[in-house]
């Protein structure tokens, strides 16, 4: 009895302490749970730390790309090339990529800014976008530079089409009969070259009876006689000699195929690309250069012509454009002058190409028919205008744009010197062997050249009176 009451005590106390073991245990386990918590996700805990390094890496990688696309939009702004990414575009690239939210997203688009961590990183905010104008009045007032991706088809004052080229603005001319005028703003090495556009098709003149004032300018090759009444001639040769060839054996220059075709092939819809287009840009000016240097030893003979055969300009390294203030481009080769029309522009929405007869003689047609007035200086037309400077006027290496006597300045509807400074290369040629280039133009060196002379010369030839001007096809 004894030693069973002695084992009950025994177990009993035994029993109590394990409890006490286990109590101790469980505080013990939730101090360390406390402590375990508290490491994990206190205020500098290891998930808090965790988390906030997430936050700056994110931080981080968005200022990154915010930098890198502020970076190309300042070099594309330099350059003019139009590519860089707009700043939707970068947002949308930074969401997919989980790199900010959707709210964070709006955040940016309305203050320009955003705080992510310790980061607080300006994006700037981007203009609203801009509405494509219309009209060629908006156009200048705007000085909105066209893309290819924009509908560029405007018009003007009086309802008359215009086509801009990609990377062009409007700066001149409220209507055609004004001359409308554009300006290269995107290409580098030709930034603020000027093209004025002659229309092709019915050209209105006036708000008020339209109709009754609207002319016609066909697209085709002209004669003119004295009073100034054209001739059309299309394909056919004219005085038996001259003819606009798709491709020569004689080895002058002929037209770009493309640019032949776009002048002289009727499309599904009976009309010629040009004639599609209603129009086509001219040089403003006579052929200018730009940054090269002239090679005197290479020029001989009264007329400075160079050696036979080569194909070279007396200007080295020299850049063309067709700029007010730059040197006429002359000394050149028929070739030459062909070569680096092509080459101005190499655009895929629009081409450029050495003036041919259809755009030369197009161009006076429409020159005669929107200004009326007989010239005061020669009481002629246009299309019979001689110079009307002399090349003792020392102007045939400026153009008549420098002069100040405004008796001598050849200008109309914003397109300088058919008739006067320097004759000019064409495309067009003859079926002479020893002298298949055309020249056209006014001379200030003789009075027996005129806007719409045409004059053979020779493959070699290259001096200070000649020179050439490039044309625009959209």
């Not at 801009?130 to 530079?145: D, M």
């Not at 001259?242 to 002058?252: P, V, W």
């Not at 133009?441 to 053979?456: A, I, K, P, W």
Request: hydrophobic content about 30%; overall charge negative.
């Amino acid at each position: 009895m004894k030693n069973e009451k002695s084992l009950m005590k025994r177990i009993r106390k035994n029993k109590g302490i394990t409890l006490i073991a286990l109590v101790i245990t469980i505080i013990v386990l939730l101090i360390l749970a406390a402590v375990s918590i508290a490491t994990l996700t206190g205020e500098n805990g290891i998930l808090s730390q965790a988390n906030k390094a997430k936050v700056e890496t994110r931080g981080a990688s968005v200022e990154e790309e915010c930098n890198l696309w502020k970076t190309n939009k300042k070099m594309d702004s330099q350059t003019a090339q139009g590519t860089a990414q707009t700043l939707e575009g970068l947002l949308e690239s930074l969401e997919e990529r989980n790199l900010i939210t959707a709210k964070e997203k709006e955040t940016i688009k309305e203050t320009g800014e955003i705080t992510i961590g310790s980061r607080t990183i300006n994006f700037g905010k981007e203009d609203p976008p801009v509405e494509t104008p219309s009209t060629v009045k908006e156009a200048i007032k705007t000085g909105h530079v066209y893309q290819a991706s924009e509908n560029r088809e405007i018009q003007d004052e009086f309802g008359n089409k215009v086509v801009v080229p990609d990377g062009f603005k409007v700066v001149e001319g409220e209507d055609v009969t004004k001359g409308v005028v554009i300006e290269d703003a995107k290409y580098k090495d030709t930034k603020g070259s000027q093209f004025v556009w002659i229309p092709v098709g019915t050209v209105y003149t006036a708000e008020v009876q339209k109709e009754e004032n609207a002319k016609t300018i066909k697209l085709n090759r002209y004669t003119f006689t004295d009073d100034g009444t054209e001739t059309p001639h299309n394909q056919e040769p004219i005085d038996s000699y001259y003819q606009e060839l798709k491709i020569s054996d004689k080895e002058n220059a002929t037209a770009k195929t493309t640019v032949y075709n776009a002048f002289t092939v009727e499309q599904a819809n009976g009309k010629t690309k040009v004639e599609e287009a209603g129009g086509y840009y001219i040089g403003r000016y006579e052929a200018r250069e730009e940054g090269g240097t002239l090679d005197i030893s290479k020029l001989t003979g009264n007329y400075k012509n160079i050696a036979p055969n080569e194909n070279w300009t007396g200007y080295l390294g020299g850049t063309l454009v067709e700029k007010p203030n730059a040197q006429v481009f002359n000394y050149i080769t028929q070739n030459k002058a062909a070569e680096l029309c092509r080459s101005m522009y190499t655009s895929i929405t629009f081409e450029s190409d050495l003036m041919n007869s259809y755009a030369w003689d197009t161009a006076i047609v429409f020159l005669q028919a929107i200004d009326d007035r007989i010239l005061e200086a020669k009481k002629t037309q246009y299309s019979q205008q001689n110079s009307l400077n002399t090349i003792s006027d020392g102007i045939a290496n400026q153009g008549t744009n420098k002069l100040t006597d405004s008796t001598k300045k050849d200008e109309i509807c914003n397109i300088w010197d058919m008739a006067s400074n320097c004759v000019e290369w064409t495309t067009e040629t003859t079926s002479s062997s020893s002298n298949p280039c055309v020249i056209r133009g006014g001379y200030c060196n003789d009075s027996n050249y005129y806007t719409s002379n045409r004059d053979d010369d020779n493959l070699s030839l290259a001096s200070a009176g000649l020179s050439f001007r490039p044309l625009l096809i959209v």
